[in-house]
Structures are given as C-alpha cells and as structure tokens.
C-alpha cells in the first residue's frame, strides 16, 4: 500500500470508528440497476395516462411533460408544475410500478448471491464491535438496506412490526442487543394507506391490491407537503435526532440535493466540526459544494477515477485531490480500507 493510501486508510478508520450515520443516496440503489431520476421522468412521460382529466389538468401535465423533455430535471419540473391531486397520484401509482419490479429482481438474484450486499458485510462488521445500534437514513424507496441486513441475519427496525400485515411500532417496542434502525424518509415500495389514511406495511407485493395506494413521495412541492403527515412525520422526526446527535456520516451515492437533510449535515460538519465519508460514482455539484465551500473542516470524499479501478480522493488532510490505482470509490472498495 502506498503512502498516500495508508494516510487514506488512517483517515477512514478514524472516521468509522466514530459510530457514522450512515446515509444511502440514490447512488447506492443506482448501483444495482435501479431506475434514477431520468429513468423515472422519461416513464412517467410514457405511461401516466391524463385523458380522463379536466382540461386545466390535461394543461398542466402538458407543460410538465414539456420541461422534462426540454431537459429540466424530474424535481424542478415538479417544482415549476403543480399538478392536481388525480394527476399526482397516477404520478405515484407509475413510480411504484416502474421501481418495484426491479426492487424484487434484486430481492431474488441475493437469494442465491450470498456477496451482493457489500452493505450488509459493513453493517455485521459494525455490530461485532461494542456498537448496538446503527442508524441509517435514506430518502429512496428501494428495501435494498432491508434486504442487506436481511443475508445477514441482522434485526432491523423501519418502524413497522413484522409479519404480512405490518403496523407502525415504536422504536423499542420489540428487544433486540443489536439492531439497524433504517430511516425511509420519504416512504417504502411495501408502505401503503388503506381506505381512509389507514397505514400497513405490507412485504414484497408484486402488485397493487385494489383500495391501497403506496406511500411513497413524489420529488417537488408534493413532497415538502407530505412529509407533514405520518407516517413521514414521525420518521423525519426521529432522523433529524439521529442526524444532530451524530458526530461522523458516511455518505454512499447520496448526492446532496435533499435540502433537509443537507442542512442538518451542514449545521453538524460545519458548525461542530462532524466528520464525514463520501463515496459515489461521481460528486454532484451539490456535493462539492457543500464540502469545498461549506466550511466543512473534517471530510474524506472518493469518487471514480478514469475507470471502476481507480479512484480519485479529496480529503481535508489533502491539499490537492489524490488519484488512486484501485477501487476504492464503491463501497465493497471502500471496505478494503477498514477491514
């Protein structure tokens, strides 16, 4: 190992060893082949049917459509566009049934791929030690963090009991000496409302029974409205005491643009001087800003280099931006650096 590397090490052991919080971006789901935000706008133009809307709402979708195929990412298109309470639910309805097929391919490729949650190795890792309990945040849909410490027999709590049928439970409501506490603030592929705001969960449906409608929130200005209701207040609620209790974050494939939780990190980093691991395919702008400009004192951040072998490393022991021969940018490379 080259010098460079080992003072790379040194650093993300250091950081590790403080217990992160440890927030999944659409970066980790990417990985695996997940639909992003462009896949998703160009579905929705595809698939969402408006014909039986008023007028005013046919006109509304249309200028929707309009932006994203003008190039106006899914997020600001929402923001600029109101659209109606009908529009925005077949919006909804098309999210879950674009994402959720390939959620459970995924679920059934690890049935017999006992390595293809490196998150899980870390998680395991994690709990062998004296820690407990680890706190993950997460705005994406996906259960891919449930299905990670699902391989490796891990307890995790989303804030439902198990079963089929599940209903939300407090945190402690059952005992566990080592738990993952998974933070979906902004819903679940297996959240869903019944009849009059009735909340289950319910596990690995490949359809929608009549009657429900998933809980998931839309980018855009339907989501600073949603998240004022349950069950997303109660889970924003406890992310945020986990976020400004936290004194390091490891950041996988999360990009930054989720102001929420965005701003805890910047009070946290900034202000009490957290420390904080970034790994991800490529920095977002939104990224390098907060960490290059932000007055973030103690950061480490590894994006990929030329190829998926190389690696280039800013970090604030750095001066200059580090190139690396070897993957550690994704999180089963990252791993290579603690264990």
């Known amino acids: 190992m080259s010098a460079e590397k080992e003072l790379i090490a040194k650093q993300a052991q250091d950081y590790y060893n403080r217990s992160p919080v440890i927030i999944l971006g659409s970066g980790a789901s990417a990985a695996y082949g997940l639909s992003g935000m462009g896949a998703l ?78 998150l899980g190795k870390l998680l395991k890792h994690f709990l062998a030690s004296t820690q407990n309990q680890i706190n993950i945040i997460t705005s994406n849909y996906d259960r891919l963090a449930e299905y990670a410490c699902e391989q490796e027999n891990i307890h995790h709590y989303t804030g ?61 200005i339907e989501k600073y409205r949603n998240t004022h209701r349950e069950p997303y207040k109660s889970i924003i609620h406890e992310s945020d005491n986990v976020l400004e209790a936290a004194n390091a974050y490891f950041c996988i494939g999360f990009g930054f643009n989720d102001e929420h939780i965005q701003e805890k990190l910047i009070n946290r980093c900034a202000n009490n001087s957290a420390r904080v691991v970034v790994i991800t395919y490529a920095l977002s702008d939104s990224a390098k800003s907060f960490l290059f400009k932000g007055n973030v004192k103690n ?8 190829a998926d072998g190389s690696s280039i490393v800013y970090s604030s022991s750095f001066d200059q931006p580090i190139y690396i021969d070897s993957d550690i940018w994704s999180l089963g490379g990252f791993m290579s650096l603690l264990m």
């Open 41 to 118: 706008a160009t579905h929705l133009v595809d698939t969402v049917d408006v014909s039986s809307e008023d007028p005013d709402a046919q006109k509304s979708w249309t200028s929707f459509c309009e932006l994203l195929k003008d190039g106006v990412d899914l997020e600001s298109a929402l923001h600029k566009v109101t659209l109606p309470s009908g529009i925005t639910t077949k919006v909804v309805l098309a999210t879950w049934e674009l994402l959720n097929p390939q959620d459970l391919s995924i679920f059934h490729d690890s049935l017999g791929k006992q390595d293809l949650f490196p």
């Open 160 to 220: 439902f009991s198990f079963g089929y049928k599940r209903h939300a439970i407090p945190r402690d409501h059952i005992y566990s000496k080592r738990q993952v506490n998974i933070w979906k603030v902004h819903g679940s592929l297996d959240w869903f409302t019944i009849g009059d705001d009735k909340i289950v969960c319910l596990g690995n449906s490949s359809s929608i029974t009549p009657g429900l409608r998933p809980l998931i929130v839309t980018p855009g």
């Open 299 to 306: 950061y480490l951040a590894i994006e990929r280099g030329d």
